[in-house]
């Protein structure tokens, strides 16, 4: 696969990830409980969990960022863009891992919005450690 099409790949995914952070924080910051699919009350649970904030700003309000980060480090030209998404990605992709460990042993129930920011995190990590591994080119059309 190309260095562009994984770029676009990514980009789509990180796009993705910014929707599903930025509900969750507008949820956060608009004291709404989220929307769970077939009535589950595991979203609000975790979201009103001790666990839902680091030094006192919300995890969806990190995941935004951590989103908007690594998609304009998708956009920025060079290897320094490429290793800064990856980086980004494999981190992201790490502390979700450790917020899905907290869901699952800690606070017994799983949020959906969560497993999907976790997926895309993953299919992200993914992406960006491969397109890192690709040969860097010179092609004007990126």
């Known amino acids: 696969m190309s260095d562009r099409r994984l770029r676009v790949a990514a980009l789509l995914t990180a796009v993705l990830g910014v929707g599903v952070a930025g509900y969750l924080t507008y949820v956060h910051y608009a004291g ?75 606070i017994d129930v799983i949020c959906q919005w969560c497993v999907v920011s976790a997926v895309l995190l993953t299919v992200l990590a993914a992406l960006a450690v491969w397109r890192l591994l690709l040969p860097l080119t010179d092609d004007v059309s990126r």
């Not at 989103?67 to 030209?77: D, K, T």
């Open 32 to 106: 709404l409980q989220p929307f769970c699919a077939g009535g589950s009350h595991g979203c609000e649970r975790v979201q009103s969990s001790s666990y839902a904030s680091l030094g006192g700003i919300p995890v969806a309000v990190l995941g935004l960022a951590c989103y908007l980060a690594i998609a304009a480090a998708l956009v920025a030209p060079g290897e320094g863009a490429r290793l800064a998404a990856a980086a980004l990605a494999v981190s992201g992709f790490g502390f979700s891992a450790y917020l899905t460990y907290l869901e699952l042993f800690v």
